[in-house]
């Protein structure tokens, strides 16, 4: 420990006040690296097909072309951002497509939406793994990016150009850049929500969640897992496997 | 000329400032009068000539129409139809000069998502401008004619521009001056009309009791107009749209569904600051992180029990 002499009254003590009483936390497994990274590579995609998507939806935000090296890179390169986005989230899908089937729990939480607002967890009933929001998230950008897909493919001029009559691209413009918007306004929701609900984040950034966290927000989840849970509480360890 | 620093400029695509309105639109126009075309293609040969372009050679499969559509270095070509006409029992050569109509209220220009790219002079010509399309492709769903074509080689948006570099000038549209039997005109907007009033009057004398100009209201009147025999039909002139106008979906594209997105995406962006400084994080208190660990004791404690008994 280091020792330093205080400039205000001379006195040596410790630079930090060492708390003698450390809370006990246990940190419960949430995501593995792998789903992490399959997460995150999905996000990534996501802010840069908003960006270019935006780029080419409104003049007011024709700016961020400049982003990707102009607004001819910026038609280029966005179809194929898309791609990618679908390849990764098909991924996510089918890791965690079972654990987002709607329950009856679902039904209940979702009465009590006024209770979920104002942070009144106690009146609410013991969750799995994820609430209705949460699946709603998942469900939504399931069937968002699946329209935005196919009608992605419809007005990719420089290779579907030809493959479909004018009259269906406008269709497909219109449900593209609908879909976009909704599906933007739902991430909105998903990343406050990651603010709001504190202790989220270290899910998917480390892997792990206290358990408290899941004690407060998914505790028939918590249930399910704490026998799989090592036995003693000091040494968890905290990379989360 | 394509920016503001022209007072020519009417209307500029995806641009949020105002234009320069000060000056006097004089409008130009072309009248193309069907009854007078004889199908030499000289307009054509003479568009690629003064732009300088020369399409590729293609196939002959027994029709006239050479080439067989409109390509990104063809910008105007002689559409032919036969039509058996049912009243007379007259076989009808029906030729249309295709090419872009020059819309007063251009359904490319609207939805055209680059800025500069598509612009409207103020004497009514609305030109490309390749140097900042993007090759998107919008401009092609916009537009009522189906006019624009993108460039496999360069990936660019190309179409007719009423040879505005030649009308700048002074002088007609090369395929106005080639045509040997006048069937081309080129004038103000008000004398083509005039013009053309004049024609119908002859057309209907001789007969021809639709005979009409074809200068369609739902795109605001166009800057190439056509003399038609049968101007209660123009979809027989090779698919010439009867009442063409914006598609509805371009239109809520570029209007209803751009305030929708902002407005839905500035709602939940805002809706999530609001909660924060109203309702606050949710946080985890001490007592829930205790329980957990009771919890996952009792769980363990279980778990070595069922393990004893079996």
Redesign the interface.
Known sequence: MTIHTDVRDGESRPLREVRTEV????Y?PRYTGLQRVNHWITAILFTLLTLSGL??????L?FL?ALFG???A???IHPWLGVALVVSFTFLFMRFWRLNIPNRDDVEWSKKIGDV???R?DRLPELGKYNAGQKGVFWGQTILILVMFVTGLV?W??YF?QATT??T???A??AH??A???A???I??H??AG?????TGRAMVRGTV???????HHRKW??QI??T?P?R?GSVDKRGH | MADYASLDIRQRS???DQPPDIRAHQEVAKLIDVSKCIGCKACQAACEEWNDLRDDVGINVGVYDNPHDLTAKTWTLMRFTEYENPETNNLEWLIRKDGCMHCSDPGCLKAC???GAIVQYSNGIVDFVEE?C?????C??GCPF?IPR?SKTD?KAYKCTLCSDRVAVGQAPACAKACPTGAIMFGTKEAMIEQAHDRVDDLKSRGFKQAGLYDPKGVGGTHVMYVLHHNDKPHLYNGLPDDPKI?P??A??KGG??V???A??G???L??FF??VT????????E??????D??????R??DGEARLS
């Open positions: 809370p006990e936390v246990i419960v780029a080419m939806f409104t003049p007011f024709n072309t102009g607004g001819q910026t038609r280029a607002v104002t942070n967890e007005i001029n420089e150009g004018i009259e691209q406008r269709w413009l219109l850049s609908l976009a918007v909704i933007i306004a739902i909105f929701v990343i406050y603010i709001w609900v504190r202790g206290t358990g408290g966290w899941a004690y407060r918590l249930r704490a026998g849970l036995t509480s | 995806a641009s949020t998502p680059s800025p900042n993007i090759g998107c492709a919008y092609v769903k189906n993108i990936r598609s979906l371009v809520f594209w569904a751009k929708f997105g902002l839905t995406m709602f939940a962006a809706a999530g909660h924060y309702a606050g994080p949710n946080e985890v208190v001490p829930e992180e205790e329980e957990a660990i919890l996952k004791d009792r769980a363990s279980n778990r």
